[in-house]
């Protein structure tokens, strides 16, 4: 079946530096969805790209769908203490409705 | 508007038992899945509802079952409890019918197996 694999699971950087997470299928997938949780929250909605190629941009976040429809990557600029938490992408299953989730790339900020 | 509402937020449960956990969707929206989250799996998906109709199941023991009421509400029942099932359950809603549609989580409820 479908793999949605994250990479790197874990991130530590300086506030200020960016930081890159990249999410990989193992098939085609119809779209991508980025998603945010905070330490002991829930997953919150941060995206989706759906035609290939695609970027998108909010505020210091920047979201890339592949030519191919298979990666994606959020890249964020100058990272702020706020940005801690973990960032999930999720491809659409083969069979639709359901969606498949990376491990996630858990991100700490320190000041 | 109200967000998606997941009762309980917390309880424990001894292995054997069952568990039923209920989710509220966001108003209006009428397709509700489930998901299990832990520290070694991430988020997997466990089922989908759309108009009291299963659409999609995840990989997941047939203890594990859902079902969804005519006001788009849901619930989410395991039975015979094992210590793995100790988990966060999140429950999200989505406003349409097709496959590309947002999902919101809830707070989800957190599951103790002792």
């Known amino acids: 079946g479908q793999q949605v694999m994250q990479i790197p699971q874990y991130q530590h950087v300086q506030e200020g530096e960016d930081f890159t997470t990249y999410c990989n299928s193992s098939?085609?997938?119809?779209?991508i969805q980025w998603y945010k949780q905070r330490p002991g929250g829930h997953p919150v909605f941060l995206i989706q790209?759906?035609?290939?190629?695609e970027v998108k941009k909010q505020k210091r976040l920047t979201f890339q769908f592949g030519e191919a429809k298979k990666n994606s990557s959020l890249h964020i600029t100058a990272t702020q203490t706020t940005d801690v938490g973990t960032y999930f992408c999720?491809?659409?299953?083969?069979?639709?409705?359901?969606?498949?989730f990376g491990k996630g790339t858990s991100l700490l900020v320190t000041p | 508007k109200a967000g998606v509402t997941q009762t309980p937020r917390y309880l424990i449960k001894t292995r054997g038992q069952q568990v039923t956990l209920s989710c509220s969707p966001i108003s209006g929206h009428r397709s509700v899945s489930w998901y299990q989250q832990t520290p070694g799996q991430g988020l997997q998906f466990l089922f989908e509802y759309f108009s009291e109709t299963q659409r999609n199941k995840g990989n997941f023991p047939g203890r594990f079952s859902g079902r969804q009421f005519s006001n788009s509400r849901s619930e989410m029942n395991v039975s015979t409890l094992e210590l793995g099932d100790s988990a966060l359950y999140l429950c999200a809603s989505s406003g349409g019918s097709g496959q590309r549609n947002t999902i919101y989580f809830g707070e989800g409820s957190w599951l103790t197996v002792v």
């Open positions: 790209l759906v035609k290939s190629g």
């Open positions: 098939t085609t997938l119809s779209n």
């Open positions: 999720a491809g659409d299953s083969n069979s639709g409705y359901a969606l498949n």
